[in-house]
């Protein structure tokens, strides 16, 4: 069946560095969602990527799909303790319609 | 706008016991959800309605797990009888198209927990 696989499945970074968080299907996709995950809250939307190689900035955090439409990335640049979480991606299956939400990437800072 | 609401927040059973979970969605929302997401692990979809019809409920482990939402707007998820692997947060979500097409709002999850 279809997969999506997120990696890594931690990352520590000190205050002010970047990070990336990287996410593969194992099928094409329709769309690919981002969401973000505070300890003990639920996951909240951040972005939706539809078109094949777009690309996508808020403040300081970038956005993109491939070109294939199987893989996507998020960006952080310069990171705050405000980015602490896990951050989701949700694929689209282009065949079946179905929604799989990746196992996240949990963002620990250094202060 | 009120976002989606969900009762109780805590659950503690024992195994082979019942429960029920509730969810109001935002109004207006014709796409509800259900997931599990069990620590450390990302949110599985269990069910999805459009309105009051099923749109997919092929991850519902359909020998124990029920849900139903009538008249298109509350819904409710039923595990019966409970198992120790059944420990999770249970998410509703809602989104206001009729695919998974458009942002999805979550709930504050049902924390349920099988002893």
Redesign the interface.
């Known amino acids: 069946g279809q997969q999506v696989m997120q990696i890594p499945q931690y990352q520590h970074v000190q205050e002010g560095e970047d990070f990336t968080t990287y996410c593969n299907s194992s099928t094409t996709l329709s769309n690919i969602q981002w969401y973000k995950q505070r300890p003990g809250g639920h996951p909240v939307f951040l972005i939706q990527l539809v078109k094949s190689g777009e690309v996508k900035k808020q403040k300081r955090l970038t956005f993109q799909f491939g070109e294939a439409k199987k893989n996507s990335s998020l960006h952080i640049t310069a990171t705050q303790t405000t980015d602490v979480g896990t951050y989701f991606c949700a694929g689209l299956s282009l065949r079946d319609d179905k929604i799989i939400f990746g196992k996240g990437t949990r963002l620990h800072i250094l202060p | 706008e009120a976002g989606v609401a969900q009762s109780p927040r805590y659950k503690i059973i024992e195994k082979r016991q019942s429960v029920a979970f509730w969810c109001n969605p935002i109004s207006g929302h014709a796409t509800l959800y259900w997931?599990q997401q069990i620590l450390?692990?990302?949110?599985?979809?269990l069910i999805?309605f459009q309105n009051n019809g099923v749109v997919?409920d092929?991850q519902l482990p359909k020998d124990r797990f029920s849900a139903e939402r009538l008249k298109g707007v509350d819904s409710t998820l039923k595990i019966q009888p409970a198992k120790l692997e059944d420990s999770a947060v249970y998410?509703c979500?809602s989104s206001l198209g009729g695919?998974?097409?458009n942002?999805?709002?979550?709930?504050?999850?049902t924390r349920l927990t099988v002893l």
């Open positions: 997931y450390g692990q990302g949110p599985k979809l999805q997919d092929s998410l979500a695919r998974a097409t942002e999805q709002f979550f709930g504050p999850g």
